[in-house]
């Protein structure tokens, strides 16, 4: 597609829940990031991906969180156990290439509630 | 390690006013800098962008210079409109990096 297509748009979970939103890229892209957002508009990095591949994984906290692009399936992002914490708004994007100067282009987020 | 300097806000402004949001970088090499603005539910959209020193980005009548001297980025729009507020997020990408790195976003708010 043109956009960048994440689902659910809303998610609420009680603590120690699984949570996993999904993310299909623009077509045409190989690069793919999620980015979490929390209340005070930080964006924290999380992982990325070229095409199937991990690319950078530098802000994923590894416990409870796990993500994946698996070819022909829209990518996905999973929360074991989730914690008040998690609470934010998961933005996925994704880039055609991976220089510096590329544009990375933003879906519309998903919002988590853990309580 | 990278990393943006934004001003804080929320900035308040009467419509048409000019505008200006602060942010410097710091960075090794050559990063390419961004804006990103993100209306109120929505995620973000790119404003506009520069990927070398003394380059110029410009959109909707908004405009950023990359200054490597001063290592800012400066958002600037000569007339605000009501439809201006949102949150605007100055970013890099560093050098041989896709990965951007974001300010902390600075609210607009713009009053009739």
């Known amino acids: 597609g043109e956009e960048v297509a994440q689902t659910p748009k809303h998610l609420v979970r009680g603590e120690g829940q699984k949570a996993k939103l999904y993310c299909a890229p623009i077509k045409g892209h190989s690069y793919v990031f999620w980015y979490q957002q929390v209340l005070k508009n930080e964006f924290k990095f999380l992982i990325s991906f070229q095409n199937e591949n991990v690319f950078d994984e530098t802000g994923m906290p590894k416990e409870r969180f796990s993500a994946k692009c698996l070819p022909n399936s829209p990518c996905s992002l999973e929360i074991q156990a989730t914690k008040l914490e998690d609470s934010a708004v998961y933005f996925c994007a994704s880039s055609p290439q991976s220089s510096s100067g590329n544009t990375i282009y933003f879906g519309e987020g998903s919002w988590l509630t853990v309580v | 390690g990278d990393s943006v300097t934004q001003m804080e806000g929320p900035v308040t402004l009467s419509e048409e006013a000019f505008l200006t949001i602060n942010c410097t970088y710091t960075?090794?090499?050559?990063?390419?800098l961004f804006w990103y603005v993100q209306y109120p539910g929505e995620g973000l959209q790119l404003l506009l962008k520069a990927t070398k020193a003394d380059d110029k980005g410009s959109n909707k009548g908004f405009e950023a210079t990359y200054r490597k001297e001063t290592t800012s980025f400066h958002l600037e729009k000569g007339s605000v409109q009501v439809s201006d507020s949102a949150v605007y997020f100055c970013?890099?990408?560093?050098?041989?990096?896709?990965?951007?790195?974001f300010g902390t976003g600075t609210r607009l708010l713009v009053s009739p």
């Open positions: 960075a090794t090499g050559y990063p390419s």
């Open positions: 970013a890099l990408s560093g050098t041989g990096f896709q990965k951007l790195v």
